[in-house]
């Protein structure tokens, strides 16, 4: 994994189609300066006024589009696998909101209409044996548009309706690899024959948690039921323990969970449109249903249940577990929203436009997944050499600059620093305090820490270059 900036940049942004080679290395620059103080705004990345100006008028070009800048990126990403290989592929929305008083032309309603911005629509696509963050298999921005009003609400398969984007990203993603099986993992928003349907055409499989257990659906058999019926006449496969944390309304507890699975068809709805038309195959789909669910809550506590529904034949409890490991696994869509959030500010850029705002985006969604990456990979191989993932003379300098902290930094050395050790000094270095309560470095900490340790290998090759 590249986390110097220089080579990192180089790899994902020299192949972008700008235009013009000067904008190019221009990008390639501004990048690496980026991932080097990804939180910082632009004139505090840039180096001088004149470093300053040129990424305003980068950004601004009309061929440095959100579009140009990430394409290269989801190539690879989808190029990667081996025959007999999984892949997950994390679909979620976050919206991108930029304040109520945000006065950059373009920009649509977000949250509740009260603020501007627009939605980001994501498919990040992991290893579910290793954990590793692949990258990102493609991005779609959304901008909401008003309802006009006294408009009835009759958009349930208008093509132009927010909820498309979930089809719209599975076909920009598009097919897998030969012998590669990707497997969409989607929350409740994907719950939709429509995007059952785009998937099964692009030959890919799904991991979607239910919405409606009302839906009509049709047993193995063919007898009509329904998905909340269907999971009644089950029987319990299996059973699993989950610690659930307090809430204002309920004490934390040790919930006892239930296992079921089935096997359901889903017919093509009565409610369509002229794609479903065009492309829904003669018999129903045919799906596995898995289901996790207390068996005894307290009677002030909500339930914890879980109900996917997937393309994977599950006919036994270790299939069904797998299904919900999958699931499990979506978490890694939200530390990502995190990551572009509040490690790489993206909400606070200031830029005219909309178009201005998405060029920019284009570059932080990248550099989102890097430490995402680094973060990922210190807790699936902590033990691992830190000098063997990131630079030796990263691991150096942050070695000196965390001696003074106290007498269990001092014992610590690069040749003996782990990638665990190494993203908790990181997380140190920036202002998180490392306490037994105090849980995992936020990514604000990390990104500071990294900020700092960059700054002072800055200030140590001055000093060799003048000694």
Known sequence: MDVVPEGWAEREFSECELGDQRRNRRLVKVAAQMLARPDGSTPQQAESWSDCKAVYRLINREEVSFSALTMPHYQRTRQSGKPGQVRLILNDTTEVNYGRTRRAAGLGAVGRNTGRGF????????????????????????YRRGKKKGAKN????????????WGALIDQVGRPPEGVT??????????????????????????????RLNRSVLTAEGAGTTVEDLLKEQPVQGHRQLDVQATSKSPARTAQLELRFGTLQVPVPSVSNTWIDAHAPEEPLTMSVVELREACPPADATPVRWVLLTSQVVESAEQAE?????????????????????????????????????????????????????????????????????????????????????PRARQLTAATMTLAEFVLHLGGLGGHLGRKGDGRPGWQSLWCGLEKLLLLLRGSRLQQQCG
């Open 119 to 142: 939605f980001l629509h994501s498919a990040l696509m992991r290893d579910p044996v290793s954990q590793e963050v692949v990258g990102l298999a493609g991005q779609e921005i959304l």
């Open 182 to 211: 990707w497997l969409h993992v989607c929350d409740r928003g994907a719950d939709d024959y429509e995007v059952y349907l785009r998937a099964f055409h692009q030959g890919c499989g799904w991991v979607v948690r239910a919405c």
């Open 322 to 406: 797998q299904i919900l490991d999958y699931y499990s696994q979506r978490w890694a869509i939200e530390e990502y929203h995190k990551a572009l959030k509040t490690g790489c500010r993206v909400e606070q850029r200031y830029y005219e436009t909309a178009e201005g705002l998405e060029s920019v985006t284009g570059i932080l969604v990248i550099v989102a997944v890097q430490l995402l990456r680094l973060r990922t990979l210190a807790e699936q191989a902590p033990e691992r050499p830190a000098a063997k993932i990131v630079p030796q003379e990263w691991v150096e300098t942050l070695v000196q600059a965390r001696q003074r902290s106290g």
């Open 154 to 165: 009759t958009r349930r398969r208008a093509e132009d309706r927010e909820s498309a984007v």
